[in-house]
């Protein structure tokens, strides 16, 4: 059974950080392609950033360009997400995604999702 879960939300303030993990269980993990969505209040989900499996390539939205960084560490069936300079733009759940594929709009054709973490950033 494919478990997928999040972690690493949180209130911050303009201007700070977060990391989020996922860790992703009951598939070959380091054989997979993934990212990270999110989804405001009254919005579509939207792609945020991808990885994939075999060279490590990084896709990022460009909202979000220059101030996150997605990483994974295959050992560990882990995957990352550094936000900096977060805004309340950014305030959002966040969805770890399992991807058929990657993009310039994040994870494609998503096999698995996470539950989501919550990010808030207050003005």
């Known amino acids: 059974q494919v478990q997928v879960v999040e972690s690493g939300g949180g209130l911050v303030q303009t201007g700070g950080s977060l990391r989020l993990s996922c860790t992703a269980s009951?598939?070959?993990?380091?054989?997979?392609?993934m990212g990270w969505s999110r989804q405001a209040p009254g919005k579509e989900r939207e792609g945020v950033a991808c990885?994939?499996?075999?060279?490590?390539?990084?896709y990022y939205v460009d909202s979000v360009k220059g101030r996150f960084t997605i990483s994974r560490d295959n050992a560990k069936s882990t995957l990352y997400l550094q936000m900096n300079d977060l805004t309340p733009e950014d305030t959002a759940m966040y969805y770890c995604?399992?991807?058929?594929?990657?993009?310039?709009?994040?994870?494609?054709?998503?096999?698995?999702w996470g539950q989501g973490t919550q990010v808030t950033v207050s003005s």
């Open positions: 990885i994939t499996w075999r060279s490590m390539t990084t």
């Open positions: 995604a399992v991807a058929r594929s990657c993009g310039q709009v994040g994870p494609l054709a998503v096999a698995y």
């Open positions: 009951g598939l070959p993990f380091a054989a997979y392609n």
